[in-house]
């Protein structure tokens, strides 16, 4: 799946245009690819999550008018509709010709549709039969969902969950995306210290945390703080830094304030994506939230996380155990990661001292002319290296990497001539930063994510 989210990938960097000639030849080809994935049907995408805010409906729930319905949800940003398709009590699929008409809808309008169903785990392979079920629906139009969820909130004993899973991946396949809807660890309800944490990693293709703060088991909870720490600990207990993380926000009554708040978090902790669950149905002030969503979130999340996936594990670059992958890269780590990237011959390889291999980067890019004057005292430059890395300072450096490996010349040319036939979507594309709605902070500190992301796409530049 990771290779599929990488196609799906935007540029996430503002640069001037001196900058961007240098990265015309990666950012055309990304800019293709975005263009053909937004006109295409969805079923042609990559199935899963889509990058973009999403919304849950239950069973008793289905939109009487989903044509009307998705327009509304579309035009406020929602690229994702959560729609219950059984429980544990119910035929495979409830309500068939609600989903064949919702199904019609949403890919209409270029969002997709993930079918849940709320699995007490009494019989597992039951429960597992419903959510094959729904994966295989198709509508009267041709449709079929983009990904299945499983809502544990009843049983997560070890034994059932692989029962589960296994009939689950043996009726659809190991690659088929699987979401398991669970609980916040900070939640108080008994069968969260039953969870198996490392477990649904290895078996989930995401992890749907519901982030309630307002829920019987955890009242009057501060949106941020609680959403914030729920990423953060999902990640220690599984031992995942790479985990695709959804974040479900709690809308049951809330509004404005607290979901931004949510929001704000989710950022902060750099989920993958999130969405949120109403009450009954969302309302206009929710959904005017939600499509603020590109402020919050990056428009590549997915492809983010797979090329910090692919980095980590070549071991180019260099994770500390422990670490969260949204804390700032030390301008070292960078350097080492642009070494091994762009210099695999040099000297630098994984697992060696870190503070020598620093050094060693250090000095193997400004030799390269790749930086500028170093610190020359060794306090000064243990300083140097042990200090984040900004925004603009990591461009600058990649884009002078890229430059004195011979791309430059004829990438100025050709970036004048598509400058002059980009369209005003194309060149907010290219212009909008990680975070879309911000103006560019070029001093913002990089993370391990936005490094990894900023890297991989301009090494595919250069093949």
Known sequence: MDDKYLLESRVNVSVSLRRFSLFFGFILALFNTYQCLASSPSNGQAKGIANGAGVWV????????????????????????FIQSSRSNTPAVCNPSGLSRLLNAAHRYQMRVIAWSFDELVSPGADANKIIAAANFTSNEGQKVDAVAANLEKDLSAAKINLFCEKVKQGLGSDYPLVAVIYSPLNHAPVVATTPWKLLADQFSVLAIMSYWNSKYMANSEAYQYTLRTIKKIRELTGRPDLDIH???????????????????????????????????????????????????????????????ELTKSGKLSFPTGEDPSSNIKRGQFYQLLVRQFYPNSAINPGQDIRQEDFKALAILANAGAIGTAPQSLPETNEFLAASVSSKEAIDIIAKIVESKGHSNNLARQSKALVMRTTKQAKQLFAQPAYAAEPLNEAMPLSYLDAAQIVLLASDGIK
């Open 247 to 309: 974040v479900i926000g709690d809308g049951m009554g809330t509004g404005r304030d607290s979901i931004n708040q949510f929001l704000a978090a989710c950022k902060t902790g750099a989920a993958t994506s999130a969405s949120l669950y109403p009450n009954q149905q969302i309302t206009g002030e929710q959904l005017s939230v939600l499509s603020q969503y590109p402020d919050f979130f990056p428009a590549n999340g997915r492809s983010r996380l797979a090329a910090f996936k």
């Open 58 to 81: 239950n069973m008793w729930n289905y939109p009487a008018d989903a044509d009307s319905y998705c327009l509304r949800l579309y035009s406020n940003g929602i690229r994702n509709i």
